[in-house]
C-alpha cells in the first residue's frame, strides 16, 4: 500500500517561491507506469491539476501554471518536489501529492482519477 505525504511551510509571503516534497512509502517514485502528482484545492474550489512527473522524471504541467511551476525528484530518498515561483494570494490553497497512471490532466478533477493521495497541507498566501 503505497503512502504519500507532503510536506513544507504553511505560509509564503507574496512573490516568493512556495516549496512543498511529497515523501512516498510503500512503493518506489521509479516504478514503471506511474505517475507523481501535484493537485491543489483553493477555499471554495473545485480540485486544480498542477503537474506531474512521471517514473522515468519526464514533468508535465498545466497549461496555466506552466510558466511558474517546477515538479523535480530525489529517488535516493523517494521524494518528489513541488516548487511556485511568484506566489500570489490566490495560490492560497490545501496541497496535495497523488499517484496516478495518466500524465496529464485537463479540465475538472476528481478524487477517483488518482490512486493514492496524500492527506493534504494547508498553504496559505500572505505577507
Known amino acids: 500500500q503505497v503512502q504519500l505525504q507532503e510536506s513544507g511551510p504553511g505560509l509564503v509571503k507574496p512573490s516568493q517561491i512556495l516549496s512543498l516534497t511529497c515523501t512516498v512509502s510503500?512503493?518506489?517514485?521509479?516504478?514503471?507506469?506511474?505517475?507523481w502528482h501535484w493537485i491543489r484545492r483553493p477555499p471554495g474550489k473545485g480540485l486544480e491539476w498542477m503537474g506531474a512527473?512521471?517514473?522515468?522524471?519526464?514533468?508535465v504541467y498545466s497549461p496555466s501554471l506552466k510558466s511558474r511551476t517546477s515538479i523535480s525528484r530525489d529517488t535516493s530518498k523517494n521524494q518528489f518536489t513541488l516548487q511556485l515561483s511568484s506566489v500570489i494570494p490566490e495560490d492560497t490553497a490545501v496541497y496535495y501529492c497523488?499517484?496516478?497512471?495518466?500524465?496529464?490532466?485537463?479540465?475538472?478533477?476528481?478524487?477517483?482519477?488518482?490512486?493514492?493521495w496524500g492527506q493534504g497541507t494547508q498553504v496559505t498566501v500572505s505577507a
Open positions: 497523488a499517484r496516478g497512471s495518466r500524465a496529464y490532466y485537463s479540465g475538472p478533477i476528481v478524487t477517483a482519477d488518482f490512486d493514492s
Open positions: 510503500g512503493g518506489s517514485i521509479t516504478t514503471a507506469l506511474y505517475y
Open positions: 512527473i512521471g517514473w522515468s522524471g519526464v514533468t
